[in-house]
């Protein structure tokens, strides 16, 4: 943070925060977020961890999870309130007011102090403090920085560590991606000497499963996954109809995009999913191929260069049809050694 001072000055009174993860929270974006709630705490500060949305039931294990205020029509009074009334709004995990939905309206009013802490790229610069770096693995890896360069490491104890472990853990693919550096494993190691349990916080992410979600992903890999072998790419298109017949529920589908990544020789995997109010895309992509770019300039989205999300108002079919029509376009990239 280049302001950093100033920061900690601001931060020498108590004040009233508000942390908020992007709308579906994933392990970072909610580790994050409750890991810099329990840092605040622990400075004498009044913290509310606010997320515009539910999040996957294997995050619920995350200390102070009992306590995250989630949004919905009914709390819409409440949340109004808690942000009109913060000193200080913290953004974590996303680069545009847009990512949070109509709560990002609220924040763009308020009169408190914006901190922006983020790791996507081409970030809106919304906020009065950054801690942004978009060749930054995961937002979680950011906010121990934050905590460092404040001088506060000493305050980190197990509950924070193992949240903001799960959040680099699960953004570099579990240290298998190819934003994995020696700063990733440093601060990982730091957490894990802080009290972080690698194996417990692997096994409660990656490794707690519903029954339904074991059956949707072999229905997924052996009747969706589509190859397209003269593109390099694979997708899957999922619609609500076999979604609720497999009784997804919110988290469900993570990771499912990556399957299609590990076929020999692909290039670009893409998951579209029918979720009623819009289209969602999840994009992956392997070395110089920007699904960032493709995001932006075609599905209303953005993220990173191998990862990223996009929607559309069309139909599945077609955005299946768009998505399908585009692949010429790119054949050249994604066709390239």
Known sequence: MENIDA??????????????PHVKPDADALGSSLGLARYLNRKGHEVTVLSPSDYPDFLNWMPGNESVVVFDKKKQATVKSLIANADVIFCLDFNSLTRINEIGEMVQVSTGKKVLIDHHLEPDHFADFEQWDGKAASTA??????????GDEALVDAEMANCLY???MTDTGGFRHSNTNYKVFQI??????HGA?????????????TIERL??????????????????????????EE???FGSQTGDTEGLVNYGLSIKGIKL????TDRKDSIKLSLRSLGEFSVNELARKHFEGGGHRNAAGGQTTLTLEQTVQKFLDLLPEYKQQLCAE
Request: proline residues 4%.
């Open 215 to 240: 059956r949707l992903m072999g229905f997924v890999l052996s009747q969706k996954l589509q190859v397209i072998p003269k593109f390099r790419t694979a997708y899957i298109a999922l619609t609500q």
């Open 243 to 245: 979604l609720k017949h």
């Open 188 to 193: 990982a190691s730091k957490l894990v000497a």
């Open 141 to 150: 890896e950011l906010v121990f920085q934050l905590i460092e360069q404040l």
């Open 197 to 209: 349990d690698p194996f417990t916080v692997s096994k409660l992410v990656y490794d707690t499963n």
């Open 269 to 272: 995997s893409v998951l579209i």
């Open 166 to 168: 799960a959040g680099i």
């Open 7 to 20: 920061f900690r000055v601001f931060l020498n009174l108590p004040r009233k925060a508000v942390i908020l």
